[in-house]
């Protein structure tokens, strides 16, 4: 079970019984099997193959070139100049504070980061970012933020939750700590408050849209490191 201590408040909305508080507990086990996964949990203890950690930031810097333009597309069906705003400056802000930071692991890892760039990412990286780039294409803007939102608050839990001990390592321990700032807990609350927002303005058939998107980028982010864990690649090159 996820401990209280990292669930996000109602008060980020200002709702008794916010959108994404449903969101939660109808995910509670799939929560609790991504803190299970052995990709985290060797990482916590800075005993993770840096084999493993290697190709988690290869495919990890594609996913988040994706991810910036997901935003950007995003920001296009919001119907106000606020919320335009704010997406475009998170598109530009995971390049600057998540980018950036794997640009450096790379250079220590020696990863060529143009020849990655060249190259197909792995089967699960596709999926997601196919997934997230359809939906958001498609939108509105409620199932848009639906399918981004698990990348921020999977990444905000997990940093907040391995952040209390982090490993010795050099490595884990900057990736940790990159994602239990405030500036990543702010962007991530102002994610929620977006979402609860949107969900109580749609329709009940706009919201279980919402919910089958979260859920499956949920998914999505449990494969993620599953597959650098596991190594898996396409079956024939």
């Not at 209280?4 to 959108?19: I, K, L």
């Not at 802000?93 to 692991?105: A, D, F, K």
């Not at 702010?186 to 089958?212: F, N, P, V, W, Y």
Request: charge should be negative; proline fraction near 5%; include cysteine.
């Amino acid at each position: 079970m996820v401990d209280d201590v990292h669930r996000p408040s109602a008060t980020a909305t200002g709702a008794a019984h916010a959108f994404h508080e449903e969101l939660d507990r109808e995910n509670e086990r799939l929560w609790s099997v991504i803190f299970d996964l052995p990709f985290i949990r060797e990482i916590a203890t800075g005993g993770l193959d840096e084999a493993r950690f290697r190709y988690f930031v290869e495919e990890d810097i594609l996913y988040l070139d994706a991810f910036s333009r997901a935003l950007t597309r995003a920001a296009g069906w919001a119907e106000d100049a606020a919320t335009r705003q704010f997406l475009l400056q998170r598109a530009t802000g995971i390049l600057r504070e998540e980018v950036g930071p794997h640009t450096e692991r790379a250079r220590i890892m020696r990863i060529d980061v143009a020849r990655l760039q060249e190259r197909e990412p792995g089967p699960v990286t596709v999926a997601y970012i196919d997934h997230m780039l359809r939906v958001v294409e498609a939108g509105p803007l409620g199932d848009a933020i639906a399918a981004v939102l698990p990348c921020y608050w999977v990444y905000r839990r997990v940093g907040e939750r391995l952040a209390a001990k982090p490993p010795d390592h050099p490595l884990y321990r900057d990736w940790i700590l990159t994602y239990d700032s405030k500036e990543f807990a702010e962007a991530t609350d102002r994610q929620i408050a977006l979402l609860d927002r949107l969900a109580a303005a749609s329709t009940e058939a706009g919201r279980q849209r919402m919910r089958r998107w979260f859920r499956r980028s949920l998914r999505y982010e449990w494969m993620f490191w599953d597959q650098a864990y596991s190594g898996l690649s396409w079956p024939v090159r």
